[in-house]
C-alpha cells in the first residue's frame, strides 16, 4: 500500500456520513465539470459491494466528490477498498486513485 492511501473508517451502519474524495490528477484538481461520477466498493477478496453507483460532485471546479451508502453498503466490519469513476460526455472513463491502488474503507464492528 502506497504511503498516500486514504483510510475513511465508520462504525457498522454507520450512514449519515458519506465517504468523500478530492480527485487530483498530476497534482492538479480534476474538473468535474460535464462529467458524471459513479463509486466502486469491494471487500479485500474482490467480492463486489457497491457496483459504480451515482456519487454526488460537491464541487465541480474543486474536484470534489462524496458518496452517501446505502443501506447493505456498510452492514457488515472489514475492511474494503473504494474508488471513484468519472465519465465524461464521450463515455470516456477514468478512475481515481488512478494509481492502480484504491483507498481503504475500514467498517467497524460497533462496541457490545
Request: aromatic residues 8%.
Amino acid at each position: 500500500m502506497p504511503n498516500s492511501m486514504i483510510l475513511h473508517e465508520r462504525m457498522i451502519d454507520d450512514r449519515q456520513v458519506p465517504i468523500t474524495g478530492k480527485l487530483v490528477r498530476g497534482g492538479a484538481v480534476v474538473d468535474l465539470t460535464g462529467k458524471t461520477v459513479l463509486f466502486h466498493m469491494v471487500k479485500k477478496d474482490g467480492t463486489v459491494i457497491v457496483n459504480e453507483q451515482s456519487a454526488t460532485v460537491v464541487s465541480a471546479s474543486g474536484g470534489t466528490v462524496k458518496y452517501n451508502p446505502a443501506a447493505g453498503d456498510v452492514d457488515e466490519d472489514g475492511e474494503f477498498y473504494g474508488w471513484f469513476i468519472t465519465v465524461d460526455g464521450s463515455s470516456l472513463r477514468d478512475t481515481f486513485p488512478h494509481d492502480g491502488h484504491k483507498f481503504l474503507i475500514r467498517i467497524n464492528p460497533r462496541p457490545s
